[in-house]
């Protein structure tokens, strides 16, 4: 049972720099997020996708871009590292909320990013 | 904007006490999520409760949602330390989709 699956777990970047966050899930959802958790602090919705070739922005977009190619796969990308980008994220899925799903998410173990 | 509150952030208590925590948001809603995060790991969905008056529980963990008040409690009763986490509760951003927005998540240290 792989559920959601994020790489890496670890990764240093420099300012300025660029990288992708890597994401897959084996439960055909259709919905898929990104999240991103400061320390001591709730998740943010950075963007989502409600089916692939479809994507939106969430609360704080700003910096970072995603893309949908497949229902598989929802890779984040950063670009031009910033230290205000230091925090762990958070990939997610789930079925559209309706009569048979309830549209709770599904999460991966995350990724921790640290900018210096 | 969706805010979700809860409250208290941190809580520490005995192993054996009851406790609640509260969680807050600011638009109609009629679900509500739960779900815990042990430290350093992802989060585990606990409850989703679907509708006005619902009540879900699960071993020392019982859930409710009063969408009027727009209020949902997490009630601990006899804790142990197994339920040291940290808890946080979410809503619907739009009440038709899945965008859902965290509150801030309530520490929970269980001391024996």
């Known amino acids: 049972n792989a559920g959601v699956t994020q790489t890496p777990k670890f990764r240093i970047l420099k300012i300025g720099q660029s990288m992708t966050l890597q994401c897959a899930q084996d439960?055909?959802?259709?919905?898929m997020y990104w999240y991103r958790q400061d320390p001591g602090m709730g998740l943010k919705l950075i963007y989502y996708?409600?089916?692939?070739?479809?994507?939106d922005k969430g609360e704080v977009p700003n910096g970072y871009n995603v893309s949908r190619s497949t229902t598989e796969d929802f890779p984040l990308r950063l670009e031009l590292a910033a230290p205000s980008q230091t925090s762990v994220y958070f990939c997610?899925?789930?079925?559209?909320?309706?009569?048979?799903?309830?549209?709770?998410?599904?999460f991966g173990e995350g990724s921790r990013l640290t900018v210096l | 904007e969706l805010k979700v509150e809860q409250n208290p952030l941190f809580l520490s208590m005995q192993e054996g006490k009851n406790y609640t925590i509260y969680c807050n948001y600011s638009?109609?809603?009629?679900?509500l999520y739960w779900y815990r995060q042990d430290p350093g790991k992802s989060l585990e969905s606990l409850f989703v409760?679907?509708?006005?008056?619902a009540v879900k529980q699960e071993g020392r963990l019982m859930a409710s949602l009063d969408t009027k008040a727009r209020l949902s409690t997490l009630h601990i009763t006899a804790a142990v330390h197994d339920l040291s986490a940290t808890y946080f509760c979410?809503?619907?951003?739009?009440?038709?989709?899945?965008?859902?927005?965290f509150g801030g998540g309530t520490r929970l240290m269980v001391k024996p």
């Open positions: 997610a899925s789930s079925y559209p909320r309706d009569q048979m799903n309830t549209g709770e998410l599904f």
């Open positions: 439960m055909n959802h259709n919905y």
């Open positions: 996708s409600v089916g692939a070739g479809i994507t």
């Open positions: 638009t109609t809603s009629d679900r």
């Open positions: 409760l679907l509708s006005n008056g």
């Open positions: 979410a809503v619907d951003r739009d009440n038709a989709g899945n965008m859902l927005t």
